[in-house]
């Protein structure tokens, strides 16, 4: 079998309305798929992360340095082939846009290598430690608007998620740190006292702003505090984590072995957030996740994008071992976005319909049994968004 042809779909809409976080507003939703088609009629079908223009310059990574050089190749030697482009890489970036666009590349190939075996996605892993997901829903986005309207917001929103059957919810700050302490405080009353909540910086405070929150989230409860900090600083994820008694979280901004490696050797997090569209794909998530392990951090992936994202995780939340394990362990959540997003509940020929699952079956996400990933894209919406530049 050989690779024929590699693609870059860049799909983008616009969006109902304006949302935000800590670093910007956006108005249009964006979304990357990576086709891989072989001389057999096999396609493979990735997901490279990174937004609006992000996306843009990824496509021309995947077709113009990445394509020529595995063009021709066999889809299963796709350990061979991540390592020969990260090498050829090397020398231009060992993180960033260059592994996110690798990413897409390495799962289309795995979803190859699914349908060539006849076995989904988690059975090429390992097999299934569960073959449902409980998923946490996330919204309370930021907007252009008072504090008092974001407050009485946040509290109705957090609700309305807790409403609809997910296991927990999380929340964005970023309005400055004495205002963050009140958006905190709606959620909380909006949830009420026994449902988790989690708070999202986007990397926005410094250390000491991020203790003066800390301490808010101490006393509200919280679950945990993700990317509280900017992901360079790993002195102070370290003096948060050894200072507060909430939850550390990150590492979406991570890439590759070697980056988690000097990430989890600060012991810097309570809980590793791998983001597997971005850090180097599927071969490379199976490394950062062992490496996870075995420094006894539990993993919650970050899930962002499409219907083809959400389908890798739930393979890949499938196939992760419990740790430390025991008769009652931890168990990993599905991140779910709930702004509305086309590219995730209308993408496939067939949905996932994750809000719908959630609702009627306590909070729960079944792991698709076809082969490969599971999902195939629906064409015609894909030439109804996409777009060359």
């Given at each position: 079998m ?9 799909l983008q ?38 937004p ?69 996605l ?9 073959h ?21 917001r ?74 509280p ?28 072995r ?70 009652n362990?931890g168990?990993p ?24 699952q959630v ?28 777009v060359?530049?």
């Amino acid at each position: 079998m050989k690779i024929v042809t590699l693609r870059s779909h860049v799909l983008q809409t616009d969006m109902p309305e304006e949302l935000g976080y800590s670093q910007q507003f956006y108005t249009r939703r964006t979304a990357h798929l990576v086709e891989v088609t072989t001389d057999e009629g096999i396609t493979g079908w990735g997901e490279c992360f990174g937004p609006g223009n992000v996306a843009l310059a990824n496509k021309a990574i995947v077709e113009k340095v990445i394509a020529p050089m595995i063009e021709g190749l066999d889809p299963l030697d796709r350990d061979m082939i991540w390592h020969k482009v990260y090498n050829l890489l090397r020398d231009h970036g060992q993180k960033g846009m260059p592994l996110q666009a690798l990413s897409g590349v390495d799962i289309a190939m795995w979803d190859i290598a699914g349908k060539v075996a006849g076995l989904p996605l988690y059975r090429m892993l390992g097999g299934a430690h569960r073959h449902r997901v409980r998923a946490y829903g996330y919204g309370m986005m930021l907007k252009r608007e008072s504090l008092a309207d974001h407050v009485a917001r946040f509290a109705d929103e957090a609700a309305a998620i807790r409403d609809m059957g997910f296991a927990a919810t999380k929340m964005k700050v970023g309005l400055g740190v004495q205002a963050d302490v009140k958006l905190c405080e709606a959620v909380r009353r909006g949830v009420g006292e026994d449902f988790d909540f989690m708070v999202d910086a986007n990397h926005c405070y410094t250390t000491s702003d991020a203790f003066y929150l800390g301490h808010a989230l101490e006393e509200l409860g919280a679950y945990w505090f993700e990317e509280p900090i900017a992901p360079e600083d790993l002195d102070g994820y370290h003096e948060l984590r050894a200072g507060l008694r909430v939850n550390i979280a990150g590492g979406e901004a991570e890439f590759n072995r070697w980056g988690w490696r000097q990430l989890l050797e600060t012991r810097g997090l309570d809980i590793a957030q791998p983001e597997v569209c971005a850090l180097g794909g599927i071969s490379e998530y199976q490394r950062v996740l062992a490496l996870c392990h075995a420094h006894f951090t539990p993993v919650v992936n970050h899930v962002w994008g499409s219907a083809v994202a959400v389908a890798t995780n739930l393979h890949l939340l499938a196939a992760m071992p419990p740790l430390p394990g025991g008769l009652n362990p931890g168990e990993p959540l599905l991140e779910f976005d709930t702004t509305p997003n086309i590219f995730r509940d209308e993408l496939l020929t067939r949905p996932l319909d994750i809000q719908a699952q959630v609702a009627s079956q306590e909070g729960y996400v079944a792991v698709p049994e076809a082969p490969g990933i599971g999902v195939e894209p629906d064409r015609e919406l894909i030439a109804r968004y996409e777009v060359d530049s």
